[in-house]
């Protein structure tokens, strides 16, 4: 065969590929023809995983169309420079979701002619580059829904409490995790105070996080019970027949009776809260598994006074599992030991545990984890 008529040859194949016509490129292949180029995993040489390289190529894309930008043939073999434009719009290829959008990708392929069929083919190309990168954005927008959904469900306003000051903290991290804390008006004054993180990242964290805030003050809200135990219990059973397999919340729950300063909780897995007293730092425990797990669950409940001058610290595990350069955890002894030296009066708790954090992780820290820090403090009668 001319080398014009290896590369009207060519040219017949890549209109073949276009249209995802199967048989006509069987015709045009070479009983023993190879692919040096493996796009899908696992994809063998032959002829029969190229056919089915394109038949799947063909299930994720519609409208292909190959654009020759320029062709050359030289003896049995035929280069070919040009631009693909395909809608990703049917099914997921190469990991990556359907987006609706055209993508447009160049590409060089050498085919190689012998006895007027193709025998091998050799490409380098940017559609796996165009996939990454529509797979980067998916992504990105996906964390930015994440992050708004998880920032609209924190609470607004903190309460304002004669006597008493609540300071929420929240920083997310790049990768959006489960955190969240609410407070909510109970009967008789009483204020209900919650924080929480749900496992996992990205946008199931953050459904799942604000599901889990919204049921726990409709709940209490709607039992009006003095009981931290029940409420959890109740929202355990909820939502384990509405949460993902494989996820679960962590959950601390309390009730402040500001006048009294009787501060009644249960734990459904959470960290331990930090209480700062007489300048010595304890734990307020509880025993509880998390929610969503196991059903028929019951969760211990514990009761504590917040004395004038008592300060508590409830957080998440962003903060306690942080690493230095040295991959040492900021954990809890150094959490309790910095919790039990600070002094109120020198400012507040959560700046001076941040300083602390920033110090531990030196420079060029990249955050792994949310942090989120709420503390409880009781202060002294106005004169």
């Not at 009644?264 to 969503?292: F, I, K, S, T």
């Not at 030991?337 to 400012?347: I, N």
């Amino acid at each position: 065969m001319s080398a014009e008529q290896n590369k009207a040859l060519v040219c017949r194949f890549l209109e073949a590929r276009g249209r995802a016509d199967l048989d006509a490129v069987d015709q045009m292949l070479a009983p023993d023809f190879v692919s040096h180029t493996k796009l899908l995993p696992g994809q063998q040489p032959d002829r029969e995983d190229y056919k089915r390289m394109i038949a799947e190529f063909s299930a994720a894309f519609s409208d292909v169309r190959f654009i020759i930008e320029e062709q050359v043939a030289e003896g049995d073999t035929v280069v070919t420079r040009y631009t693909v434009h395909a809608t990703h719009d049917r099914k997921a290829f190469l990991g990556v979701a359907p987006t609706g959008r055209e993508m447009a990708s160049m590409a060089i392929y050498i085919h190689r002619i012998s006895g007027g069929k193709i025998s091998e083919e050799w490409s380098l190309g940017t559609v796996g580059l165009k996939l990454m990168e529509q797979r980067r954005e998916r992504i990105e927008q996906e964390l930015l829904v994440a992050r708004r959904i998880q920032q609209a469900s924190l609470p607004k306003e903190v309460p304002q409490l004669e006597r008493w000051q609540i300071s929420p903290y929240y920083q997310p991290a790049r990768e959006v995790g489960g955190d969240f804390y609410d407070f909510f008006d109970l009967e008789d004054g009483r204020v209900g105070v919650v924080v929480g993180d749900a496992t996992g990242k990205g946008m199931p964290a953050a459904l799942v996080a604000e599901a889990t805030s919204n049921m726990l003050r409709a709940v209490a809200q709607a039992l009006g019970s003095s009981s931290p135990g029940e409420v959890l219990s109740r929202v355990n059973e909820t939502l384990l027949a509405r949460i993902p397999p494989n996820m679960f919340v962590t959950c601390f729950y309390a009730i402040l009776e500001p006048e009294s300063g009787r501060f009644l909780y249960a734990n459904a897995g959470h960290d331990l809260p930090c209480r700062r007293h007489n300048g010595q730092a304890d734990e307020l425990r509880a025993r509880g598994m998390p929610l969503g797990l196991m059903a028929d669950m019951s969760y211990e409940e514990k009761e504590a006074s917040l004395e004038v001058g008592d300060s508590t610290l409830f957080y998440s595990d962003g903060l306690v599992e942080a690493h230095n350069p040295q991959r040492e955890m900021f954990g809890f002894p150094r959490l309790w030991k910095l919790v039990a030296e600070h002094d109120a009066e020198e400012g507040s708790l959560v700046d001076f545990l941040m300083e602390e954090l920033y110090s531990f992780v030196g420079e060029g820290w990249e955050q792994e984890d949310d942090i989120t820090l709420v503390t409880l403090r009781r202060n002294a009668s106005l004169r």
